[in-house]
């Protein structure tokens, strides 16, 4: 279902660093270092960010979040991209790693695309069906991108913080040691069942099936 990765990436390198303290809407603050980088074999503007003390742990804890501009900026309901990222943030912090903000909006189609695929769903199309029905791919994300950054910051391994089992398999396959994959929460809402539900038929994400087993309302 996902963009197919090669076992070899080309190098990339740091271009900046720069302190950026995070406040978000529920009064949770924290320091953090965004990275930029020079190279990235997309061409796309992706960050790193440095949360807590990453050196101060063999294995730091990663999690590789796809953009999402109705989640993570507005809020929406739709999906459960906006309380992972927030999620993520504090565990991350708390532990010592970094969190790779990547410009992959709607699983790599796209800001117009997902919202095309919204009006889809609207008409009871799935999240996956409703990407196909438009000529895309269910997921065109690639990790290439996120394994070149993890290697220009010196990162040899790492637990990876995710409930989808292709990020770790991607990763593995470009040469970066992924030690666990460690379950992110379940974020749901009335609003989003249908797409966690989704998630769980379509790409066997581990939240999704406790959902299903009644384990979440």
Known sequence: MSATSTSASPEASVRTRVRVPLRF???????S???TFHGLADGQEHLAVVLGNPDAT???LVRLHSECLTGDVFGSARCDCGPQLREAVER???????LLYLRQEG???GLYNKLDAY?????????????VELGLPEDG???????QMLTALGVDGIDLLSNNPDKAEQLRDLGVSVRDRVPTGVHATPHNLRYLRAKSTGTDHSSAHDLLAGRIA
């Not at 991350?92 to 970094?98: D, H, L, P, T, V």
């Open 92 to 98: 991350i912090a708390s532990r010592g790693g970094y």
């Open 33 to 35: 270092e965004l990275v």
């Open 58 to 60: 063999d294995t730091p």
């Open 141 to 147: 994300r690639d990790y290439t991108a996120a394994a």
């Open 25 to 31: 809407g529920d009064g949770y603050s924290v320091d």
């Open 107 to 109: 699983r790599g189609i």
């Open 119 to 131: 009006a889809l769903q609207d008409q009871g199309r799935d999240t996956y069906a409703a990407n």
